[in-house]
């Protein structure tokens, strides 16, 4: 009759200190409460995963793999534009190098041209006053050669008076002459 | 407890107490329907549940958060699991599976918090999951394979004469399944729960309270691991027999 009393006050499984009485596990009067609770449990926890969350994390992680998917597909469109890009910028750099060569070549072709019409030119004025300046340094000679005949005819006549003798114009003209030819 | 302790003058350990089913309100008998300790720790568990699952995916953000993550996490582990295991036939099965490894991981680790009750040590908990999944399993092949699903038990690389015998001796191990499955979840988190407590009981004297409290310190790492492990084995256990349901054929 005791223990109708502490079932009465703390349940079938537990004394009257309030401890177990053997286990817990095994108290049959308990079990149909853990498995009722249980029950209720999973039912509420599989309708949140299979209505809300898996359907939702699914559609996330596909969409999540789809955008990766996509996002490579572009990177790789982009890499082959990129390497249409070099390709046209080689082109377009080899284009220029010629362009330029050829530009430097004709430049240089210009120059030479015009250089060689230069040099032509002062070649010709060179030349045209080499001619004159013969011809003035031979009328200088030329002139300088009847200046030098008249000093010394000068001279001749002076020195002949000099020493006391008659300075016949033509033979001294005569004398200075032969002598100057000699 | 610690007043037993006290007036009887020595160590008394109650490391079962831990598991005594409480009405929440009032001091009546446990009923049906009464909201008891289990009752709170099981919707802890499922508001849990509901908070990592349906409020940290709540973004549905291309870049998940921290919360979306843990979700995202668990969902690619158990589909993983499921599709390596059970094929692709068995993807169908997954949100069943995902149950009760949610329900079986949250609990386990909301029973490690101090003051906290652990419903997975109950076998009465175990017990209907385990038979549940051997029952669901069970009905499953018979009705995806009709009486080939008894070819599971007859194995046709086996000599002709040990074929009986092998029989015999896969149907007993076939009708243990749902038995060793609950019985090892329950056991395993019943155990440490109450290796806690006896630490936690010798913790009392003062000579032995820094060891004790070292070992309730161990035991309580080792039981972070047994958490995880327990609902991880429990679960891929279930999608072997799953998968036995759906090809039987060895």
Redesign the interface.
């Known amino acids: 009759m005791a223990t109708e009393t502490t079932e009465a ?6 004394d009257a ?4 009485i053997g ?5 049959a ?14 039912i ?3 309708f ?3 209505r ?3 359907p ?6 596909a ?2 793999s789809g ?1 990766i998917t996509n996002d490579l597909a572009k990177a790789e469109d982009l890499k082959l534009q990129a390497v249409e890009a070099e390709a046209a910028y080689e082109k377009a750099l080899a284009d220029a190098r010629t362009e330029a060569s050829k530009i430097v070549a004709e430049a240089r072709a210009a120059i030479q041209s015009d250089l060689d019409a230069e040099l032509a030119k002062a070649d010709e004025k060179i030349s045209a006053q080499t001619a004159e300046s013969e011809k003035a340094i031979a009328e200088i000679r030329a002139s300088a050669a009847d200046s030098i005949k008249t000093v010394a005819k000068d001279v001749a006549k002076s020195l002949v008076s000099a020493m006391g003798g008659t300075a016949d114009a033509k033979t001294v003209t005569a004398a200075v002459t032969a002598k100057m030819k000699g | 407890m610690a007043t037993d302790a006290k007036s009887e003058g020595g160590l008394v350990f109650h490391p079962l107490d831990q598991f005594i089913v409480k009405p929440l309100f009032g001091d009546g008998p446990v009923g049906l329907m009464t909201v008891t300790n289990v009752t709170l720790w099981m919707g802890i568990a499922v508001l849990a549940i509901i908070g990592v699952f349906v409020l940290g995916s709540r973004g549905r953000a291309t870049i998940p958060t921290r919360m979306q993550s843990i979700a995202e996490l668990i969902y690619g582990f158990i589909y993983k699991m499921v599709e390596d295991v059970t094929g692709k036939d068995g993807v169908k099965y997954f949100p069943y599976i995902m149950t009760l490894f949610v329900f079986i991981l949250f609990v386990n680790y909301l029973a490690l918090l101090p003051m906290s009750y652990s419903p997975t040590s109950m076998i009465a908990v175990t017990a209907i999951m385990g038979f549940g999944v051997f029952i669901c399993v069970t009905i499953l092949g018979f009705v995806l394979n009709g009486a080939a699903f008894l070819g599971l038990f007859w194995m046709k690389d086996a000599p002709l004469v040990l074929r009986p015998i092998i029989a015999v001796i896969e149907v007993i191990s076939y009708f243990v399944r749902p038995v060793s499955h609950s019985i090892r979840l329950a056991g395993n988190i019943m155990a440490g729960h109450a290796v806690i407590k006896v630490f936690a009981g010798f913790a009392a004297l003062t000579l032995v309270s820094p060891v004790a409290i070292l070992g309730i310190t161990a035991i309580y790492g080792l039981e972070v691991l047994v958490a995880g492990i327990q609902a991880y084995v429990f679960t891929i256990l279930t999608c072997v027999y799953l998968k036995d349901a759906l090809h039987p054929a060895h």
């Open positions: 006050t703390a349940g079938a499984c537990v200190g309030g401890s177990a286990m817990p596990q095994l108290c009067d308990w079990m149909p409460n853990q498995i009722f609770w249980l029950v209720i449990s999973l509420v926890i599989y949140v995963m299979s809300i969350a898996l939702r994390i699914g559609a996330v992680l969409e999540r955008t």
